[in-house]
């Protein structure tokens, strides 16, 4: 276990209120160097609103946080030489090019005028830009901009970086290439702490996993073992005929004896089981009833489904999710 000394993140009892609102209520994180740390969790539920204490944006009322040893109050100015900040939303000027932004940046962190220009387009090449170094950045799509801001974030390496749900509102390729983004940095040494709504995200980058509800993290740790707190298995039915899911919940419903519910795709039932014979089974009833099976799974639940168990609410994972906390 790492000790105190050797932690990137470290916090005790953190809250934050806005008027009678606790946005944060009580948090304590122990964040090793290296590697994601994922805040799992729905609009509202505190993410923002932690990493802007943890950057020294917002000062705690409650509680004591400390990066890499040192503390975000009285040490902001230490803290803020070691970390880096990407938000919901891009940061760089939309009428400068990505160089000029790049440029910008740099120079305002003390780099020459070559030093500047040097690592700007060694960061446009690493991100794929280097072709669009010249355009206005209002001309570049949302993915572009996503990958120029955090190379914005990045222009002196931080050892810790900050990514406010980085591929809000992407769509499915820009958000692996933010992936591939994120997996880079840590290669490099940084840390990262990664907020999201998007649950595949979370269980593909993240080491660990805070789930965060309500200003609590209501529980922590690897998506394994996150996946074992609902105490069962998860079955996923994948049916041939999409008119033929109604008689299948009921089917199941009745044999299984647990609530079956349909899937976002309109052919796809799941349920919760912890006996894999009973499983098994299900196939026959729907075969008996002349009801085809595309695919079938049992396994351990998804990190939405053990959201659902531990919170009674659906994270909300959908691309166009957004949040101010």
Same mark, same amino acid.
């Given at each position: 276990?790492?000790?105190?000394?050797?932690?990137?993140?470290?916090? @005790?009892?953190? =809250?934050?209120?806005?008027? $009678?609102?606790?946005?944060?209520?009580?948090?304590?994180?122990?964040? *090793?160097?290296?590697?994601?740390?994922?805040?799992?969790?729905?609009?509202?539920?505190?993410?923002?609103?932690?990493?802007?204490?943890?950057?020294?944006?917002? *000062?705690?009322?409650?509680?004591?946080?400390?990066?890499?040893?040192?503390?975000? /109050?009285?040490?902001?100015?230490?803290?803020?030489?070691?970390? +880096?900040?990407?938000?919901?939303?891009?940061?760089?000027?939309?009428?400068?090019?990505?160089?000029? !932004?790049?440029?910008?940046?740099?120079?305002?962190?003390?780099?020459?005028? +070559?030093?500047?220009?040097?690592?700007?387009?060694?960061?446009?090449?690493?991100?794929?830009?280097?072709?669009?170094?010249?355009?206005?950045?209002?001309?570049? +799509?949302?993915?572009? &901009?996503?990958?120029?801001?955090?190379?914005?974030?990045?222009? =002196?390496?931080?050892?810790?970086?900050?990514?406010?749900?980085?591929?809000?509102?992407?769509?499915? @390729?820009?958000?692996?290439?933010?992936?591939?983004? /994120? &997996?880079?940095? /840590?290669?490099?040494?940084?840390?990262?702490?990664?907020?999201?709504?998007?649950?595949?995200?979370?269980?593909?980058?993240?080491?660990?996993?805070?789930?965060?509800?309500?200003?609590?993290?209501?529980?922590?740790?690897?998506?394994?073992?996150?996946?074992?707190? +609902?105490?069962?298995?998860?079955?996923?039915?994948?049916?041939?005929?999409?008119?033929?899911?109604?008689?299948?919940?009921?089917?199941?419903?009745?044999?299984?004896?647990?609530?079956?519910?349909?899937? $976002?795709?309109?052919?796809?039932?799941?349920?919760?089981?912890?006996?894999?014979?009973?499983?098994?089974?299900?196939?026959? /009833?729907?075969?008996?009833?002349?009801?085809? =099976?595309?695919?079938?799974?049992?396994?351990? *639940?998804?990190?939405?489904? =053990?959201?659902?168990?531990?919170?009674? !609410?659906?994270?909300?994972?959908?691309? !166009?999710?957004?949040?101010?906390?």
């Amino acid at each position: 276990m790492a000790t105190s000394s050797s932690l990137a993140i470290e916090a @005790h009892g953190l =809250v934050k209120l806005f008027g $009678s609102v606790r946005a944060v209520d009580g948090i304590d994180l122990a964040v *090793p160097p290296g590697g994601v740390y994922g805040f799992l969790g729905p609009n509202g539920a505190g993410k923002t609103t932690t990493i802007r204490m943890l950057a020294t944006l917002l *000062p705690p009322d409650a509680g004591t946080a400390k990066v890499f040893g040192q503390c975000v /109050v009285r040490e902001a100015k230490a803290v803020r030489s070691r970390v +880096s900040l990407t938000g919901q939303f891009a940061s760089v000027d939309e009428d400068l090019t990505g160089i000029e !932004n790049l440029v910008l940046l740099a120079r305002l962190l003390g780099h020459s005028w +070559s030093q500047a220009r040097a690592r700007g387009m060694e960061l446009l090449e690493a991100f794929g830009l280097s072709e669009a170094a010249a355009r206005q950045v209002k001309t570049y +799509s949302g993915g572009m &901009r996503r990958r120029l801001d955090i190379a914005a974030s990045i222009v =002196v390496t931080p050892d810790l970086i900050f990514l406010d749900e980085p591929t809000s509102g992407l769509d499915p @390729h820009s958000r692996n290439e933010v992936w591939g983004i /994120v &997996r880079a940095l /840590v290669a490099q040494g940084t840390t990262v702490l990664l907020t999201t709504q998007h649950l595949e995200e979370a269980d593909h980058l993240a080491d660990r996993i805070g789930i965060i509800d309500r200003g609590k993290i209501i529980a922590e740790g690897t998506a394994g073992e996150l996946k074992t707190l +609902s105490g069962s298995g998860s079955l996923h039915v994948r049916l041939r005929d999409p008119g033929c899911r109604v008689e299948a919940m009921a089917l199941l419903g009745r044999h299984l004896g647990v609530p079956v519910t349909p899937e $976002s795709d309109p052919a796809g039932l799941s349920t919760r089981l912890d006996d894999t014979e009973r499983a098994s089974a299900a196939l026959d /009833v729907l075969a008996a009833a002349g009801i085809q =099976v595309v695919s079938f799974s049992f396994g351990l *639940p998804s990190l939405d489904e =053990v959201f659902l168990s531990l919170t009674g !609410n659906q994270a909300e994972g959908g691309a !166009n999710s957004g949040g101010a906390t």
